[in-house]
């Protein structure tokens, strides 16, 4: 446990409505991940941040945007949803000492989000 | 070609036996390389981590590593149920230094009681 929480865990909205996911971590870690997964696809990077306000694009970037306004939350903002943006979507930080491997992405317990 | 390379199995092991999953790599210059288990409906969990040529060995697991032919294994011996998951290779971008990860899609592992 990385102290890694995400919020919602499950919501289901409409094509076009803007969403908002939440990604919180408690202790200080500088970089921070969101990634969405999809059978057949895999893990892939959306976006990443290494400190506030330092945010750059992934490989599935388009259609999403994030931002870092403080260091323990990590913002994934979906600006009109569509269907094909239907996944489950893994928060995860990089380790940074300690109990933590330094080099290592731990991972949140995911959202699923469902576009209908 | 795909970054990172998984059999997608399923692959099924009779329990007590030894589960291996293979992963291969296209970049020369990846330096760090991650196996992450996955039960279904759960976030992605490190299992092991290595950096050199070779086996390294935690519990029942081991991960071995082959720079040269650039491929990582993971050897599960004396299989468990408990081991049915997903197992997930990681390998770090090389471009990034260790701040990006390229996954694998993922080898689900069924161990047979």
């Known amino acids: 446990d990385a102290g890694i929480t995400q919020s919602p865990r499950h919501k289901v909205t409409e094509t076009g409505t803007p969403v908002t996911l939440r990604c919180h971590q408690t202790e200080n870690h500088r970089y921070m991940y969101w990634y969405r997964q999809d059978p057949g696809h895999g893990l892939r990077l959306i976006h990443y941040s290494y400190g506030v306000k330092d945010t750059d694009k992934g490989e599935v970037s388009d259609g999403y945007s994030v931002s870092r306004s403080k260091t323990e939350d990590f913002l994934l903002t979906l600006e009109s949803a569509t269907s094909s943006q239907t996944s489950v979507y893994f928060c995860a930080i990089r380790g940074a000492g300690g109990v933590h491997y330094t080099d290592t992405q731990y991972f949140g317990p995911g959202t699923r989000l469902t576009v209908l | 070609q795909k970054e990172v390379e998984q059999n997608s199995g399923p692959l099924s092991v009779p329990e007590g036996a030894i589960a291996s999953l293979n992963c291969t790599y296209s970049?020369?210059?990846?330096?760090?390389f991650f196996w992450y288990r996955q039960y279904s409906g759960k976030s992605p969990e490190l299992i092991m981590s290595i950096y050199s040529n070779g086996d390294k060995e935690d519990g029942r697991f081991t991960a071995q590593l082959n720079k040269a032919s650039q491929y990582v294994s993971l050897l599960i011996r004396d299989s468990q149920p408990s081991d049915s998951a997903t197992y997930l290779c990681?390998?770090?971008?090389?471009?990034?230094?260790?701040?990006?990860?390229?996954f694998g899609t993922g080898t689900r592992l069924t161990i047979i009681p």
């Open positions: 990681a390998v770090n971008n090389p471009n990034f230094g260790n701040e990006k990860l390229t």
């Open positions: 970049d020369r210059v990846s330096q760090s």
